[in-house]
Nanobody
Framework: QLRLVESGGGLVQPGGSLRLSCAAP???????????MAWYRQAPGKQRELVAA???????SITDSVQGRFTISRDNSKKTVKLQMNSLKSEDTAVYYC?????????WGQGTQVTVSS
């Protein structure tokens, strides 16, 4: 099963920053640019929620709770998607997952833990 690979998670103090990175599997390298990409997160005891998305034509959307603090970007030449997270809060603590979607195809990563705590 093809998987995206996330990295960049860790422990950070409130107000700090992290940048998550998501790398596409080699099998979809040649068509990476046509995938819509997104970051989701799941906190303990909660449902997985959409955090940010970027379409194949680079339209972005950010969920209200992180608007103004998080930014999503993609680099089609490197087959990566990044999530820049600033002014982190304790409520941002979650496992963050990368998602790639095109028509009926969808791929997920294994997730990367982000913990915001003093």
């Amino acid at each position: 099963q093809l998987r995206l690979v996330e990295s960049g998670g860790g422990l950070v103090q409130p107000g700090g920053s992290l940048r998550l990175s998501c790398a596409a599997p080699r099998a979809i390298f040649s068509v990476f640019s046509v995938y819509d990409m997104a970051w989701y997160r799941q906190a303990p005891g909660k449902q997985r929620e959409l955090v940010a998305a970027i379409t194949s034509d680079r339209r972005t959307s950010i969920t209200d709770s992180v608007q103004g603090r998080f930014t999503i970007s993609r680099d089609n030449s490197k087959k990566t998607v990044k999530l820049q997270m600033n002014s982190l809060k304790s409520e941002d603590t979650a496992v963050y997952y990368c998602n790639a979607q095109r028509e009926s195809e969808t791929y997920w990563g294994q997730g990367t833990q982000v913990t915001v705590s003093s």
